[in-house]
């Protein structure tokens, strides 16, 4: 979910001044609604975020 022009490519990053950016499938709204439906009764005890454009 969430796919990127680097998860096209094969490629992995951790550098946020990289452009990795959402495709259009990556930006389709079902792939944020199946993610809503899959995680709506976990209970989060933690919550991590990252500096990354992307996420």
Known sequence: MGRT??????????DPSRDVHLTEVGME????????LTLRHVAF?????????RT
């Open 45 to 53: 005890e933690r919550i991590v975020v990252s500096p990354l454009p």
């Open 29 to 36: 709204q079902e792939q944020a609604h199946s993610a809503a």
């Open 5 to 14: 022009n680097y998860n096209d490519l094969g490629l992995c990053n951790d």
